[in-house]
């Protein structure tokens, strides 16, 4: 279930909860609603913690440039013409 889905269980649990006055005979839908909230809280937190693993940022490796000495001669340095 993705983060959508929970988001959903979240938005019917939280109209059954408040937004509904239906009395159903051996149900209740207060509870039923607080149950789906709590569930589609559950699922966001675990989302979110496993989308936060897959981010996990590697450093970049850096190179290390190391500069050889030239000798500079008179004239061209590439030796054309020395």
Do not use: K
């Amino acid at each position: 279930m993705g983060l959508g889905g929970c988001i959903i269980l979240i938005a019917v649990g939280a109209i059954l909860t408040f937004a509904t006055d239906w009395h159903m005979q051996g149900v209740n839908l207060d509870l039923v609603g607080v149950i789906l909230m709590i569930v589609g809280l559950i699922g966001v937190t675990t989302f979110s913690s496993i989308a936060r693993r897959r981010r996990v940022m590697v450093p970049p490796t850096s190179t290390t440039v190391v500069e050889t000495e030239r000798r500079h001669h008179d004239g061209y340095s590439d030796g054309y013409g020395a």
